[in-house]
């Protein structure tokens, strides 16, 4: 279990699992049951932001994506699920998975933000020497997004070639899937999207909302190069806008991450501590800590690399040297930087709307003597100054000199 990790009571690990940080067990959950197979139990793998709901039962083997939630209910059989920030359920009703991608933005914003921010508030090591990753958006994310929207393109495809008794290539898939989900939700209503090899049976696995998960996948991957484009720029700062530019580095491969006990490092990093440890070079556990320590002095660095990495195959550009690419995607942050600080005063605002929340109150002054009036939310007035901080730096970026 890696750090940042809340469980509630009666929860029951039957198989081996790696719970990797920011999650939160609710009470009954049955993480992995051990009588699926004549076999020893086997394992259960989840990414950062794993949240089963009460009494979740799951088998093993299972693997899940990043801030992952699911809902009450008894899973009956293996899942693999590869989109991150998705809402997983079980329609009994309709015997079928429902897979939600992108839920928490679209729908839970707030939960999702305060999230990484309770993370870093109850991070109370005395000596810091370790760096974890609290932030939903960082190289391991980014990573299962790029996948996700493959996915969803690919998946969109197929519909459209079954729908339309034709067969075709993956690429072809992939093609016909952008441009349908670039046009939105009407442009798919009548699709049945099918996700592959989620789920260990011969049910349907459903994909709700494709268009809408694949707007905020795409929108996130260039906030999070605009993000360590302008952290880099603070670092780095020099008298206009194009003479930073000029210092960006050129974009190479996209680099593989492994969530190393809440430390993010490259996998081919990870790999060479592996060997040394095999041929010798590390023989103490002193080395080995300094070479977290070194990892973590190269992170900024190399998460710039990598976003820079993600944005060329996105779009087939490099940034570097590109000013008015740069300018359009520091504009574009902006934009959903505003959207999503939006989004987290939208969703905790229906906590006082909703009717069954209020009823157990006299009156809305008796409620708001409970749990506070809306407007003194510190974590909501932290973040509407956070984005005004973000949109004044980039405006002043932006400015010409």
Sequence with gaps: ???????????????????????????????????????????????????????????????????CILAKGDFPAELNIQFPFSLISNDITNDQLVIMPAYWFEYNMYALARNSWKSIARDQRIEKIQQIEYDYLAPDTANEILEASRLLALYTGKAWYAKMNREG??????????????????????????????????????????????????????????????????????SSLNRMVKKLPRASRVADWLNVGGQLVEAGTVQ??????????????????????????????????????????????????????????????????KEMAGKILQSREKDYQNEFRRMVYANDDEMQVVVGKLEDNSFIIEEQKAFKQFRKKVEQLLQPN
């Design 169 to 238: 290539s993956a690429r072809q898939y992939i093609n016909k899937g952008k441009a349908l989900l670039d046009e939105g939700e009407t442009a798919i209503e009548d699709l049945n999207i099918w996700a592959e090899n989620a789920e260990n049976t011969q049910r349907p696995v459903v994909i709700r909302k494709a268009a809408m998960a694949w707007r905020w996948y795409n929108r996130l991957l260039d906030y999070y190069t605009a993000r360590e484009i302008l952290n880099f720029f603070e670092a780095n700062p020099l």
């Design 272 to 337: 060479q501590w592996l060997q040394d440890i095999r041929n010798g070079k590390v023989t103490s556990w002193d080395q080995l800590h300094k070479r977290y320590q070194q990892s973590a002095s190269d992170y900024a660095r190399q998460k710039l690399a990598h976003a820079l990495a993600i944005y060329k195959q996105k779009h087939g550009e490099e940034l570097s040297g590109n000013p008015a690419a740069v300018r359009a995607l520091l504009e574009e942050a902006i934009q959903l930087r």
């Design 1 to 67: 279990i890696f750090p940042a990790h809340e469980q509630h009571h009666n929860n029951s690990f039957l198989c081996a699992a790696l719970v990797m940080g920011q999650s939160n067990m609710a009470a009954g959950a049955t993480i992995g049951s051990n009588h699926n197979s004549r076999a020893a139990d086997g394992e259960l793998i989840a990414g950062r932001g794993f949240w089963p709901g009460l009494c979740v039962s799951l088998k093993h083997n299972s693997k899940f994506a990043s801030f």
